[in-house]
Protein backbone atom coordinates (compact mmCIF):
# COMPACT_ATOMS: atom_id res chain seq x y z
CA UNK A 1 0.00 0.00 0.00
CA UNK A 2 1.70 3.23 -1.17
CA UNK A 3 -1.18 5.55 -0.50
CA UNK A 4 0.85 7.17 1.81
CA UNK A 5 3.08 8.90 -0.55
CA UNK A 6 1.33 8.20 -3.99
CA UNK A 7 1.65 11.70 -5.67
CA UNK A 8 3.68 14.04 -3.34
CA UNK A 9 6.98 15.50 -3.68
CA UNK A 10 9.88 14.59 -1.00
CA UNK A 11 12.97 16.56 -0.82
CA UNK A 12 16.08 14.72 -0.50
CA UNK A 13 19.47 15.63 1.04
CA UNK A 14 23.07 14.00 0.09
CA UNK A 15 26.73 14.36 -0.60
CA UNK A 16 28.72 16.48 -3.06
CA UNK A 17 31.21 13.63 -4.26
CA UNK A 18 31.15 10.42 -2.61
CA UNK A 19 31.30 8.07 -5.58
CA UNK A 20 29.99 5.69 -6.44
CA UNK A 21 27.48 6.75 -4.50
CA UNK A 22 26.45 10.44 -5.81
CA UNK A 23 28.60 12.09 -8.23
CA UNK A 24 28.41 14.69 -10.94
CA UNK A 25 28.77 12.67 -14.61
CA UNK A 26 30.55 14.79 -17.39
CA UNK A 27 27.20 16.62 -18.00
CA UNK A 28 26.65 17.59 -14.67
CA UNK A 29 23.87 15.72 -13.48
CA UNK A 30 23.85 13.61 -10.15
CA UNK A 31 23.97 10.27 -10.45
CA UNK A 32 25.29 7.15 -8.76
CA UNK A 33 24.15 4.46 -6.38
CA UNK A 34 22.21 6.29 -4.38
CA UNK A 35 20.87 8.23 -6.63
CA UNK A 36 19.52 5.36 -8.94
CA UNK A 37 17.80 3.93 -6.01
CA UNK A 38 15.98 6.71 -4.74
CA UNK A 39 14.91 7.54 -8.25
CA UNK A 40 13.86 3.66 -8.96
CA UNK A 41 12.20 3.69 -5.64
CA UNK A 42 10.51 6.93 -5.79
CA UNK A 43 9.00 5.51 -9.52
CA UNK A 44 7.85 2.30 -8.35
CA UNK A 45 6.02 3.46 -5.47
CA UNK A 46 4.67 6.65 -7.14
CA UNK A 47 5.98 9.56 -5.78
CA UNK A 48 9.03 12.05 -6.58
CA UNK A 49 11.81 13.40 -5.39
CA UNK A 50 13.94 16.53 -5.80
CA UNK A 51 17.23 16.23 -4.81
CA UNK A 52 19.20 18.28 -2.89
CA UNK A 53 23.54 17.65 -3.04
CA UNK A 54 23.99 19.26 0.29
CA UNK A 55 27.45 17.35 1.34
CA UNK A 56 27.16 15.31 4.26
CA UNK A 57 27.44 16.72 7.42
CA UNK A 58 24.85 19.75 5.76
CA UNK A 59 22.25 17.03 4.33
CA UNK A 60 22.59 15.26 7.99
CA UNK A 61 22.03 18.81 9.73
CA UNK A 62 18.80 19.59 7.32
CA UNK A 63 17.08 16.46 8.23
CA UNK A 64 17.43 17.56 11.82
CA UNK A 65 15.38 20.93 11.12
CA UNK A 66 13.04 19.06 8.87
CA UNK A 67 14.73 21.24 5.74
CA UNK A 68 14.42 17.82 4.12
CA UNK A 69 12.30 14.80 4.12
CA UNK A 70 14.99 12.11 3.92
CA UNK A 71 19.00 11.82 3.75
CA UNK A 72 20.72 9.10 1.26
CA UNK A 73 23.88 9.69 1.39
CA UNK A 74 25.95 6.95 1.72
CA UNK A 75 24.93 7.31 5.59
CA UNK A 76 25.89 4.00 7.96
CA UNK A 77 23.51 3.45 10.56
CA UNK A 78 24.87 3.53 13.54
CA UNK A 79 23.14 3.28 16.92
CA UNK A 80 24.21 7.14 18.03
CA UNK A 81 22.41 7.85 14.50
CA UNK A 82 19.16 5.90 15.51
CA UNK A 83 18.58 7.92 18.58
CA UNK A 84 17.88 10.92 16.01
CA UNK A 85 17.01 9.11 12.68
CA UNK A 86 14.84 6.19 11.35
CA UNK A 87 16.48 3.91 9.08
CA UNK A 88 15.37 1.83 6.14
CA UNK A 89 16.85 -1.77 5.88
CA UNK A 90 20.11 -1.41 5.46
CA UNK A 91 21.25 -1.71 1.26
CA UNK A 92 25.14 -1.58 0.88
CA UNK A 93 27.35 -2.93 3.12
CA UNK A 94 30.53 -0.47 4.26
CA UNK A 95 33.11 0.52 6.71
CA UNK A 96 35.70 2.75 7.37
CA UNK A 97 39.89 2.31 5.82
CA UNK A 98 42.70 4.77 5.43
CA UNK A 99 44.59 5.94 2.57
CA UNK A 100 47.67 7.48 1.69
CA UNK A 101 49.72 9.20 -1.30
CA UNK A 102 50.02 6.36 -3.83
CA UNK A 103 53.65 7.20 -3.82
CA UNK A 104 54.04 7.55 0.07
CA UNK A 105 56.31 4.67 1.20
CA UNK A 106 56.50 6.49 4.79
CA UNK A 107 53.01 5.53 5.93
CA UNK A 108 52.05 2.10 5.80
CA UNK A 109 49.86 1.74 8.90
CA UNK A 110 48.54 3.85 11.76
CA UNK A 111 52.18 3.39 13.93
CA UNK A 112 53.75 5.82 11.22
CA UNK A 113 51.55 8.13 12.08
CA UNK A 114 52.81 9.72 15.21
CA UNK A 115 52.61 13.49 15.23
CA UNK A 116 51.09 14.34 11.84
CA UNK A 117 47.24 15.38 10.72
CA UNK A 118 45.28 13.06 8.76
CA UNK A 119 41.96 14.35 7.21
CA UNK A 120 38.46 12.90 7.66
CA UNK A 121 34.71 14.10 6.74
CA UNK A 122 32.98 16.36 9.61
CA UNK A 123 30.12 14.33 11.15
CA UNK A 124 31.27 10.88 9.76
CA UNK A 125 32.03 7.50 10.97
CA UNK A 126 36.11 7.88 9.42
CA UNK A 127 36.02 11.03 11.60
CA UNK A 128 34.90 9.31 14.41
CA UNK A 129 37.00 6.11 13.93
CA UNK A 130 40.21 8.11 12.99
CA UNK A 131 39.29 10.39 16.55
CA UNK A 132 38.85 6.78 18.37
CA UNK A 133 42.47 6.06 18.09
CA UNK A 134 44.26 9.36 17.31
CA UNK A 135 45.22 9.64 20.98
CA UNK A 136 46.73 5.89 21.14
CA UNK A 137 48.78 6.80 18.14
CA UNK A 138 50.13 10.41 18.50
CA UNK A 139 47.94 11.87 15.25
CA UNK A 140 46.19 14.96 14.97
CA UNK A 141 42.44 14.94 12.81
CA UNK A 142 41.65 17.61 10.44
CA UNK A 143 37.88 17.66 9.71
CA UNK A 144 36.62 18.72 6.03
CA UNK A 145 33.45 18.79 4.80
CA UNK A 146 33.99 16.89 1.27
CA UNK A 147 35.71 13.75 0.21
CA UNK A 148 37.26 15.44 -2.53
CA UNK A 149 38.75 18.35 -0.83
CA UNK A 150 39.85 15.55 1.81
CA UNK A 151 41.79 14.00 -1.08
CA UNK A 152 43.63 17.20 -2.62
CA UNK A 153 44.73 17.41 1.27
CA UNK A 154 46.47 14.62 1.20
CA UNK A 155 47.45 14.89 -2.66
CA UNK A 156 49.52 18.16 -1.81
CA UNK A 157 50.98 17.17 1.52
CA UNK A 158 48.62 19.02 3.88
CA UNK A 159 47.66 15.87 5.31
CA UNK A 160 49.18 12.40 5.30
CA UNK A 161 46.53 10.09 5.08
CA UNK A 162 42.60 10.01 4.87
CA UNK A 163 39.67 8.15 6.34
CA UNK A 164 37.04 7.57 4.44
CA UNK A 165 34.63 5.04 3.48
CA UNK A 166 36.18 1.54 1.45
CA UNK A 167 33.37 0.92 -0.78
CA UNK A 168 34.36 4.57 -1.48
CA UNK A 169 38.09 4.72 -1.40
CA UNK A 170 38.27 1.46 -3.64
CA UNK A 171 36.17 3.21 -6.54
CA UNK A 172 38.51 6.65 -6.30
CA UNK A 173 41.64 4.41 -6.60
CA UNK A 174 40.61 1.94 -9.48
CA UNK A 175 39.96 5.51 -10.99
CA UNK A 176 43.39 6.37 -10.88
CA UNK A 177 42.77 9.31 -7.82
CA UNK A 178 46.54 9.14 -6.87
CA UNK A 179 45.59 7.39 -3.61
CA UNK A 180 46.49 3.52 -1.86
CA UNK A 181 44.72 1.92 0.65
CA UNK A 182 47.34 0.88 3.45
CA UNK A 183 45.48 -0.43 6.30
CA UNK A 184 42.88 -3.37 6.85
CA UNK A 185 39.06 -2.43 6.70
CA UNK A 186 37.12 -1.52 9.84
CA UNK A 187 33.85 -2.88 9.37
CA UNK A 188 30.67 -0.32 10.01
CA UNK A 189 27.32 0.42 9.53
CA UNK A 190 25.62 -1.00 6.45
CA UNK A 191 23.87 2.11 4.59
CA UNK A 192 20.40 2.87 5.11
CA UNK A 193 18.26 6.10 3.78
CA UNK A 194 17.12 7.82 6.79
CA UNK A 195 14.49 10.31 7.83
CA UNK A 196 13.98 12.40 10.98
CA UNK A 197 12.79 10.59 13.91
CA UNK A 198 9.08 10.10 13.89
CA UNK A 199 8.75 12.11 10.32
CA UNK A 200 7.75 11.03 7.62
CA UNK A 201 7.44 7.01 8.09
CA UNK A 202 4.82 6.96 4.71
CA UNK A 203 8.36 7.52 2.94
CA UNK A 204 10.42 5.23 5.41
CA UNK A 205 7.98 2.59 4.31
CA UNK A 206 7.56 3.31 0.74
CA UNK A 207 11.72 3.27 0.53
CA UNK A 208 11.70 -0.41 2.47
CA UNK A 209 8.49 -1.84 0.28
CA UNK A 210 10.41 -0.14 -2.94
CA UNK A 211 13.76 -1.72 -2.10
CA UNK A 212 12.54 -4.95 -1.43
CA UNK A 213 11.27 -5.01 -5.09
CA UNK A 214 13.95 -3.68 -6.78
CA UNK A 215 15.95 -6.63 -4.98
CA UNK A 216 13.60 -9.13 -5.65
CA UNK A 217 13.37 -8.18 -9.67
CA UNK A 218 17.02 -7.99 -10.17
CA UNK A 219 17.36 -4.04 -10.92
CA UNK A 220 19.04 -3.10 -7.34
CA UNK A 221 22.33 -5.58 -8.67
CA UNK A 222 21.72 -3.95 -11.62
CA UNK A 223 22.46 -0.94 -10.28
CA UNK A 224 25.02 -2.06 -8.17
CA UNK A 225 26.52 -3.56 -11.34
CA UNK A 226 26.49 -0.47 -13.68
CA UNK A 227 29.12 1.04 -11.17
CA UNK A 228 30.81 -1.42 -9.12
CA UNK A 229 31.38 -4.57 -11.89
CA UNK A 230 33.79 -3.56 -15.03
CA UNK A 231 36.90 -1.83 -14.41
CA UNK A 232 36.07 1.56 -16.30
N1 LIG B 1 29.27 6.25 5.71
C1 LIG B 1 29.87 7.36 6.38
C2 LIG B 1 28.97 7.89 7.46
O1 LIG B 1 27.81 7.66 7.45
C3 LIG B 1 30.27 8.49 5.42
C4 LIG B 1 29.15 9.04 4.59
C5 LIG B 1 29.58 10.12 3.64
O2 LIG B 1 30.70 10.61 3.73
N2 LIG B 1 28.72 10.49 2.73
O3 LIG B 1 29.42 8.53 8.34
Do not use: C, H, W
Request: charged share 20%; net charge negative; aromatic share 10%.
Amino acid sequence: DNSGVAGKTFVIGTDTTFAPFEFRDSSGELTGIDMDLIRAIAESQGFEVEIRSLGFNAALQALSSNQVDGVIAGMSITDERRQIYDFSEPYFESGVQMAVDQDDTTITGYQDLAGKTVVAKTGSEGEAYAKSIADQYGFTVNSLDQSATMYEAVKSGNAVAVFDDYPVLAYGVAQNNGLKTVTEKVPGGSYGFAVNKGQNPELLAAFNTGLAQLKASGEYQRILDKYLAAPQ
